[in-house]
């Protein structure tokens, strides 16, 4: 029996994520250059474990909304380091699709996730390789402030 292609994406993103959290970059960059890479069916792949990141960042962002009794369309403030105003149409295409990616997960438009997803991963394998790394310290990150309970079941906490 053939494995679920969602779930095996969630355990590889699972693993890039204990990578990314043990400061393992390198490693990670590495893996994603090779998959980006490798033809049309790692596409497909990098396509899922992307999108499992987004929906696990959606999760832990819309649960921490709840518990906090935060409701309604959320945005997205981003800003320098300095602190000024980042206009999201001045982003690099992979980096603005990753950002919409999220803000449409978070918003319950699975489908529109989807779509800046592969909009995302259109832009060759070194830009690949870049939103997915730039998902993993999203999640990484967010696995510091979240809850336990906040977090999917496949994503594990703990890792180091």
Do not use: Y
Not at 10 to 24: D, K
Not at 91 to 116: E, F, H, K, S
């Amino acid at each position: 029996m053939a494995a679920d292609p969602r779930q095996e994406a969630r355990r590889t993103a699972g693993r890039l994520v204990t990578l990314t959290r043990a400061g393992q970059l390198d490693a990670v960059t590495g893996s994603l250059t090779l998959l980006s890479f490798a033809g049309r069916r790692q596409e497909q792949r990098l396509r899922l474990i992307l999108g499992a990141l987004i929906e696990a960042l959606a999760v832990m962002l819309m649960r921490r909304a709840h518990t906090m009794g935060v409701r309604g369309t959320f945005g997205a403030d981003l800003r320098r380091a300095d602190e000024s105003a980042v206009d999201i149409d001045r982003l690099a295409p992979p980096v603005r699709a990753t950002v919409r990616a999220l803000l449409a997960a978070v918003n319950g438009c699975p489908q529109d996730a989807d779509d800046q997803v592969a909009l995302a991963l259109a832009g060759g394998a070194t830009a690949n390789v870049q939103v997915i790394v730039l998902a993993l310290k999203w999640t990484a990150n967010a696995l510091e402030w979240c809850e336990d309970e906040a977090r999917p079941d496949w994503l594990d906490r703990k890792a180091s």
